[in-house]
Each structure stands twice: as C-alpha cells, then as structure tokens.
C-alpha cells in the first residue's frame, strides 16, 4: 500500500496555533474507517513518539504532554485526519508524521505505537514522509 501524505506544517510563535492534515494513501486494504490512525512527532536526535491516536469510531486518545492543547480528528469520507495544535511551545518543534495501521497487540518496546508505556501497541505500518513544525520562543 502507499503512503499517506502529511501538509499544514510551518512556522508559529508560541502560543500560536497549527492544523496538520493527513490524506490517506490509495493503496488501502481495508475500509478507510477501520483503521487506527495516529500523529507522532520526532524531535532530531531524538526517538519518534506517539502524540495522538484515533479510531474509526472517533475514540482519541493523546499523549500525557499535549492532552488539552492537541485535538485529534477524523473525516472518513474524505479518508483524512487532522491534528489541531493550539497554545504551542518550542518544545512541540519536531517533525510530524501521519500514519495508518490495523492492528493493536501486544508487542515489545522497540516496535508498535504508543501513547503511554506498557506492551498494548497499535501496529501503524504505513507512514508518512513528515511535516515540519517550527515553534519560536
């Protein structure tokens, strides 16, 4: 299958405000609303983390840092998702990335998707090449 395609990134003060968008690559195996779909960031030098996650019913989740200032969302019709980003930091500067997956299991820690720690992942297994977010103090 393809890649999904990330847009909407860029530069902000602090405070300020994004809105990611993710369209689905055409290369799905399944119904576009049976995927998980999930937002990470990866800050140079440093690990890939999950950032926010939501299923085909619309259920999210997010990780500890963002919860009450990210809004994940999803159009299923349109097969894309979108990240809001609002009261931004420097510390949210990283590049973003989209990606798809069916599956959630256990897996070891260097594998799957995660938003807190712990062996339940979701297998995104197709991703995105990134957008850049730049947030200046």
């Known amino acids: 299958q393809g890649q999904p395609v990330e847009s909407g990134g860029g530069s902000v003060q602090a405070g300020g405000s994004l809105r990611l968008s993710c369209v689905a690559s055409?290369?799905?195996?399944?119904?576009?609303?049976?995927?998980?779909m999930g937002w990470a960031r990866q800050i140079p030098g440093k690990e890939r983390e999950g950032v926010a996650l939501?299923?085909?019913?619309?259920?999210?989740s997010y990780r500890d840092s963002v919860k009450g200032r990210f809004t994940i969302s999803r159009d299923n019709a349109k097969k894309v998702v979108f990240l809001q980003m609002d009261n931004l930091s420097p510390d949210d500067t990283a590049i973003y990335y989209c990606?798809?997956?069916?599956?959630?299991?256990?897996?070891?820690?260097?594998?799957?998707?995660?938003?807190?720690?712990?062996?339940?992942?979701?297998?995104?297994?197709?991703w995105g090449n990134g957008t850049a977010v730049t947030i200046s103090s």
């Open positions: 990606a798809a997956g069916l599956q959630f299991g256990h897996y070891p820690a260097d594998r799957g998707f995660r938003l807190t720690p712990g062996p339940w992942a979701y297998d995104l297994d197709s």
């Open positions: 939501i299923k085909g019913d619309g259920s999210t």
């Open positions: 055409d290369g799905l195996v399944a119904p576009y609303n049976v995927y998980y």
